[in-house]
């Protein structure tokens, strides 16, 4: 375990950055919007994720790379939040039009706090103000990351409130298991254990409807690449995959092979939907990534175990609200290994 200083947030306050390693797996944390920086696979050169070299373009440019979001994942139509019969007005920071990743401070946006560190795990705490950006109560986020055997990266998530609010929160890191996004990702073979899927409007956003992933171009129930044209343009995935009805039990759900590498990844985690994203805008950004240049379209996707989006809206979604008796808690765990030649 390392822990440095990695760079200063926009008004002066430090980020630090801890490495931890454990289980064949090295991880470098940041307190800033506690995300993920870097993560290796012994055995295996190029990072598993996709990152920056300087602080300062996280705030500044990042597509929430690696980062804990909250305390909303994904998009809240015309930010609007009903919430026991009282509309709350959310910060329109997707497109002017809605609400998106809790905020423009919301948890991805702001330094954390270090309350417990180890060799092989780190604990960060923050807590998101009662009408910040709009949202109700104040809400005491706590995440976890530890490397476990065989390979594994755990992230535990808990949160409490002393009002009722929307506590929906996710893992944002985008994965390459070829060259840590010096190419794109298209050929990987991608595998979601989803029966259906939301499919969403032009901003985006879920349209209500709930529809079987079979005949699609988001049917993934067997292993196939992204990349799959549709009138001579690659299909854009950026969809909730429906898993369940309800938070489950730690359970797999998805998992993802390299196209040349031999690095698999698989996915498990308790919420009832993960986000497939296939990181089609990620291009046009200057930021430099750890593979010594800047990303392009595809460099790298998303699984984000969350629960279905914008679900206020849709009273027949699993819902996502906490109130000031429940505990919210998720874990989700990316698994790596890479075959032998």
Request: aromatic share 10%; charged share 20%.
């Amino acid at each position: 375990m390392n822990t440095e200083i990695f760079g200063h947030t926009p008004d002066g306050e430090a980020v630090h950055r801890i490495t931890i390693s454990g289980g064949g797996l090295t991880a470098k944390v940041l307190t800033w919007g506690a995300v993920i920086q870097d993560l290796r696979l012994k055995g295996h050169e190029s990072p598993l994720v996709l990152g920056y070299q300087d602080f300062a373009d996280y705030p500044a440019h990042s597509p929430y790379l690696g980062a804990t979001v909250g305390r909303s994942i994904n998009r809240i139509r015309d930010g609007d939040l009903t919430i026991d019969g009282t509309t709350y007005s959310l910060e329109r920071n997707f497109r002017g039009l809605h609400n998106i990743h809790g905020g423009s401070e919301g948890a991805g946006n702001r330094n954390w706090e270090v309350v417990a560190v180890g060799a092989d795990y780190v604990t960060l705490t923050i807590q998101l103000g009662d009408n910040e950006m709009g949202f109700p109560g104040n809400l005491n986020i706590t995440c976890t990351y530890m490397l476990e055997p065989k390979g594994t990266l755990a992230i535990r998530m808990d949160a409490v409130t002393d009002k009722p609010t929307i506590c929906n929160l996710a893992h944002h890191s985008y994965f390459n298991l070829d060259d840590g996004g010096a190419s794109d990702a298209l050929d990987h073979q991608v595998r979601i254990g989803a029966e259906a899927y939301l499919p969403v409007d032009g901003d985006l956003i879920p349209d209500g409807k709930v529809l079987p992933v079979a005949g699609t171009t988001h049917d993934f129930r067997e292993y196939r690449t992204i990349r799959r044209e549709e009138n001579g343009d690659q299909v854009v995935y950026d969809n909730n995959f429906c898993l369940s009805s309800q938070r489950q039990p730690l359970r797999p759900v998805a998992s993802a092979k390299g196209a040349r590498s031999g690095v698999e990844m698989s996915v498990s985690t308790t919420e009832p939907g993960v986000q497939f994203y296939a990181g089609n805008t990620l291009g046009g950004r200057p930021p430099i990534g750890l593979t010594g240049n800047t990303y392009g379209n595809y460099a790298g996707f998303c699984f984000e175990a969350q629960v279905w989006p914008d679900s206020t809206h849709f009273p027949y979604f699993p819902q996502a609200i906490l109130r000031p008796d429940e505990t919210y808690s998720q874990m989700t765990k990316y698994s790596f290994r890479k075959a032998k030649a």
